[in-house]
């Protein structure tokens, strides 16, 4: 009897032992495959002429959008909608201004880089260039065997866009003049942000579709003005063009107002040139019917979504130079 | 041969389009070659003067050592280029670029901010102009990112 106890006794720390052990393990991976994924978001050999990486469009100082309208491809194809912010795009199911139905970061990134409206990096049929051209870097053959010791470091779209998606559910803005005020109890700093606050959250409805915390609900609406117009002779119906259902023509997905500050222009077109214009455009009667003083208020108040840290954080910045 | 091909279309291009080229970039027609630097010490052989078109010759990424690391890098598979720029009076100078490369106007080591970005006009072999104020001094004109082995570049002061 004792030395069954003993046994058992034994097995159990052994299990715990192994398992604690498999916890460290997947910590050590995951955290190899977010510094994979930080050098590959600014790699530009993954762009067919070397001239683009995910960085030139989605820039840190702006909230990882860029100030463009909507931004070319590698080889000059016209963009096609507005590049949205990636603060906290860990936490959304839906993803993109309209698609309700793609597995996760990593199979969005595979967009970017091979997808073909429009053309952004150009590697449509050129995916073993990729291989090629990063297999031969010192750097990332050991990135990617710290990474990916499973998959003995190989570099395919698979490893690619994994490390891609680790690296993108760091990027969390949580710390902006609003977040501070709200983890410290305290009022906004501004009168005028404080009112725009009560508007927000209460008779401007905003927060209906732009939930705290994430200020977006992550679900879509039929909000757009008439005649939308088509940009750059590409049309764009929205969610319709993912599901095919009649129902879903222009519906896109509610955007995360943080940082909004720092990411004009607006709309999923870009056709906002500004903060008023974008609120304007709604269709929305409560949109459409505020005064000129609630529009400066709730501005002020979105004025305070912004978050310094997040855009200066080096661990999101440009990488070393040096392999680490 | 090649390069002569390109230097002919790019030349073409410009005097074609003559009519939608706005009155300052004149300058856009005499089009003289300079190679680009890769490091410091080659410099002196890679001057651009104001207000002089040039037709540039790019390098290969990887073999480049730029002053400061440019903002936009660039794969192994792109090209850059670096050149020497004496500006004798501060103002506002813009880059016009035949392509789409990053530019960084650098002096003593540091880069200068940009105040304005275009396009240039539509079929006028422009693809890229940048605004910057600069003081007088030696600046060190930074190309990387680009997708071709060549392109025209002007510096010119607009104020």
């Excluded at chain 1, 002429?49 to 309208?69: K, S």
């Excluded at chain 1, 998959?151 to 003049?177: D, H, P, R, W, Y």
């Excluded at chain 1, 732009?210 to 939308?228: E, G, M, R, V």
């Excluded at chain 2, 903002?71 to 792109?78: A, C, D, L």
């Amino acid at each position: 009897m004792k030395q069954l106890i003993k046994t058992v006794l034994l097995l159990f720390f052994l299990m715990e032992g192994l398992y604690a052990e498999t916890i460290k393990n997947s910590d050590t991976i995951e955290k190899a495959r977010v510094k994979l994924g930080h050098r590959l978001f600014y790699e530009a050999d993954l762009s067919i002429n070397g001239t683009m990486a995910c960085a030139t469009c989605h820039e840190q100082r702006r909230g990882f959008c860029d100030g463009n309208r909507v931004h070319p491809g590698a080889l000059d194809d016209n963009g096609k909608r507005n590049v949205p912010t990636l603060a906290n795009v860990g936490k959304f199911k839906n993803l993109t201004w309209s698609h309700d139905h793609l597995s996760g970061l990593a199979e969005q990134s595979l967009a970017p880089i091979k997808g073909t409206d429009p053309v952004e990096m150009g590697m449509n049929g050129h995916e073993d260039e990729i291989a090629k051209r990063l297999g031969q870097n010192e750097c990332y053959q050991k990135l990617f065997a710290a990474a990916f010791p499973q998959e003995k470091g190989v570099v395919n779209l698979g490893t690619l866009t994994q490390a891609l998606e680790s690296f993108e559910k760091t990027l969390i803005s949580e710390n902006s003049i609003y977040d501070q005020a709200k983890k410290k109890h305290k009022k906004l700093p501004t009168k005028d942000a404080r009112d725009g606050e009560k508007l927000f959250f209460g008779a401007a409805k905003c927060n209906n579709c732009h939930t705290a915390p994430l200020f977006s609900d992550d679900a879509f609406h039929q909000i757009q003005p008439k005649n939308l117009k088509v940009y750059n002779g590409m049309r764009d119906n929205g969610l319709f063009d993912v599901t095919g259902n009649e129902k879903d023509k222009n519906v896109f997905r509610t955007p995360s107002l943080r940082n909004v500050a720092l990411s004009l222009p607006y709309w999923h077109d870009g056709s906002a040139t500004t903060l008023q214009d974008a609120i304007k455009k709604h269709k929305l009667k409560t949109n459409n019917k505020l005064s000129a003083v609630e529009l400066r208020k709730i501005i002020a108040f979105l004025n305070t979504l912004s978050d310094e840290s997040f855009i200066n954080n080096p661990q999101f910045g440009k990488p070393s130079l040096e392999c680490k | 041969m090649k390069k002569l091909l390109v230097i002919g279309v790019l030349v073409g291009s410009l005097f074609a389009q003559e009519a939608v080229l706005p009155l300052e970039l004149d300058a856009w027609k005499a089009l003289s070659y300079v190679g680009a630097a890769k490091s410091v010490d080659e410099l002196s052989t890679a001057t651009l003067k104001v207000a002089k078109a040039s037709y540039v010759g790019l390098i290969s990424t990887p073999k480049m050592k730029y002053v400061i690391r440019p903002m936009n890098e660039g794969g192994t598979v792109s090209y850059g280029g670096m050149f020497e720029v004496q500006i004798n009076e501060s103002g506002i100078y813009r880059v016009v670029l035949g392509n789409a490369s990053w530019i960084d106007m650098t002096k003593d080591g540091k880069p200068a901010q940009s105040i304005a970005h275009s396009e240039g006009p539509k079929n006028s072999g422009i693809r890229k102009m940048v605004d910057y104020k600069l003081e007088s001094g030696m600046y060190v004109l930074q190309l990387s990112a680009g997708a071709d082995n060549s392109s025209a570049i002007l510096v010119m002061k607009i104020k």
